[in-house]
């Protein structure tokens, strides 16, 4: 650390005796501008003094990644927080966690129904009972059905298993690389990480059943009104939970692994099969596939002339028949025992436990001793989530034509619903942290512009950055060093203002180093991890792949009969 610059003395008679941080969500952009402040904090007086680090979606996988970036500098890790932040920089840079590819595909694919309509437009011959009978026309109708299963479903195949255990792998094995337990088989549980550091981690998750907060900590879990105790369960599902992408296969889990059901947790923790998650998000996809199949036997199949309804009965019937089976089997998949459905815990607040915290929520009366606010000292909210937006009128390019789109629909009514919600608290969290308040604090906000003390004018680096989708989609090198540089310099200032120290001050270019693309150091760690999350990922990964070329098989097989029977 001899490269740093000299540290910054304040005064020490105002300064803080210890420090609780809570980061913001907002997918990559509030993962690495937390991690900013995080290494700021690291870099004071206040490094053995913080607390808790609570979290909520983008903000949980960086304070998974940086457990134990507080420890004490050794000789053999001279630099913990660096480190670790160095390793998250790393993978927001690059598509480790595919959630954003899978839903810029999955946008396509109810234009498929659109394509077949169009296809047979142009060719009105088709659609003629002379000169096509009802076998070829159902060949027919099997391969353009099949052609469509092909080209989006054979990438949606692909792409489901590489996003489904994307985010626990991601975690798990850097968390393991950072810990030293790579090779382990075992997995990181959520209780082992208290053993890293002092820092108490707590991670805030949105009970779909309750639509309320429930917030993990080792050895403890608060739902509203309840408390349980010594959850047996993998931080890599915490953090996964946390950072669910909202209404998109929550992960559930029983109340007995989580204490809450008056019996403490016993065994290991389980590791949170594909199966439920499959039904409920593949759902909606099997309908679109529904809706596909009956225009195109609307168009040249058993629907498309003016029989009978007698002799569509059956057809409908087994509409009918099939989609209460489905329906029957997703809501099977979240009754009985698994009655705690978690998914991102923005979609309440997307600040996490400050809310709670200052407003003093007594739901949760144990949350302000185990965060620390119950003792004087700073409290510091890391805030990097999307302001609220009004809706703009315009064209917005192909993903309009599809009013249902799965990008479109739920996040659009998520962040209608959670806008409203998050702006009037951030509003109540900056009035009782505003200096003359009785509370000690400050908001880091995305929408600040750090002071020029080093000469350098960062109007224009806000304004960057305050552009930065809130998505889980990888990140230029640019952006990566842009929202380091920025939250590290504005928490360093509120640091100073109130009374820390600096021990260390980074200079932009040792910032830009921790920036740095290191795709092989993160592709070394996969292939090195193994952990069941990333065994899981392996195996999902490679039944996805056999399924595609499976399914190309059936499609010339369809192909070779059709060009034969015509």
Avoid at 137 to 155: D, E, P, R, W
Avoid at 474 to 494: F, G, I, K, P, W
Wanted: with cysteine; hydrophobic share 45%; net charge neutral.
């Amino acid at each position: 650390m001899s490269s740093q610059s000299e540290p910054t003395v304040a005064n020490a008679d105002t300064a803080p005796t210890s420090i609780t941080i809570s980061l913001s969500g907002g997918g990559y952009r509030a993962a690495v501008f937390a991690a900013g402040s995080l290494l700021a904090v690291a870099d004071s007086s206040l490094r053995p003094f913080v607390t808790s680090v609570s979290s909520v979606s983008g903000g949980s996988i960086t304070s998974a990644v940086t457990v134990g970036g507080f420890a004490e500098p050794t000789i053999e890790m001279p630099d913990p927080m660096g480190q670790r932040v160095r390793l998250l920089a790393g993978l927001v840079q690059s598509r480790a966690i595919a959630t954003e590819s899978l839903l810029r595909l999955a946008k396509l694919i109810p234009l498929a129904p659109a394509a077949v309509l169009l296809l047979f437009l142009a060719f009105p011959d088709w659609r003629s009972t002379e000169s096509v009978n009802v076998f070829t026309t159902s060949l027919l109708a099997l391969l353009f059905t099949g052609m469509i299963l092909f080209v989006f479903g054979g990438q949606m195949l692909t792409a489901f298993p590489r996003s489904w255990y994307a985010v626990q792998r991601a975690v798990e094995s850097l968390v393991s690389h950072v810990r030293g337990t790579l090779e382990s088989r075992a997995g990181t549980t959520l209780a082992e990480i208290s053993e890293d550091e002092s820092t108490r981690r707590i991670f805030c998750t949105t009970d779909l059943s309750e639509g309320s907060h429930v917030y993990f900590t080792p050895g403890r879990v608060l739902g509203p009104n309840v408390t349980g105790r010594d959850p047996s369960v993998f931080l890599a599902d915490i953090v996964a939970a946390s950072a669910c992408f909202p209404g998109f296969r929550p992960l559930t889990f029983r109340r007995s692994e989580l204490g809450l059901s008056g019996v403490d947790p016993v065994g290991p923790a389980r590791v949170h099969h594909v199966g439920r998650r499959f039904l409920v998000g593949f759902a909606g996809f099997i309908g679109i596939c529904a809706i596909a199949s009956a225009l195109t036997m609307r168009i040249v199949g058993p629907l498309s002339g003016n029989e009978d309804w007698a002799d569509k009965i059956p057809i409908l019937a087994g509409t009918l028949l099939g989609g209460a089976i489905l329906a029957g089997a997703c809501a099977w998949s979240l009754r009985s025992q698994d009655n705690l459905a978690l998914v991102d815990g923005g979609v309440c607040d997307n600040l996490g436990t400050a809310f709670a915290l200052l407003a003093k929520d007594n739901r949760y009366p144990a949350l302000a001793n185990i965060a620390g606010t119950d003792q004087k000292g700073l409290i510091l909210v890391v805030d990097a989530s999307q302001p609220f937006t009004s809706l703009k009128p315009g064209w917005r390019g192909l993903g309009e034509l599809v009013p249902l789109r799965v990008q479109g629909a739920q996040r659009s009514v998520l962040k209608l619903l959670g806008n409203a919600n998050s702006a009037a608290r951030k509003h109540v969290i900056q009035f009782l942290l505003s200096p003359g308040s009785p509370t000690t604090g400050a908001v880091v906000s995305i929408q600040q512009v750090p002071s020029q003390d080093d000469g350098q004018d960062y109007s224009d680096l806000t304004e960057r950055t305050t552009r930065v989708k809130t998505t889980l989609d990888a990140l230029a090198n640019e952006v990566v060093r842009d929202l380091l540089l920025q939250s590290y310099r504005l928490t360093q200032s509120v640091l100073v203002t109130h009374g820390v120290t600096l021990t260390v001050k980074r200079s932009e270019e040792q910032l830009n180093l921790l920036a740095e693309p290191n795709a092989g150091e993160i592709a070394m760690i996969y292939e090195q991890a193994k952990g069941p999350y990333a065994r899981k990922d392996n195996k999902a990964t490679r039944n996805g792949t056999v399924a595609t070329i499976l399914l190309g098989f059936v499609i010339t097989f369809c192909l070779m009969a059709w060009a034969i029977l015509r």
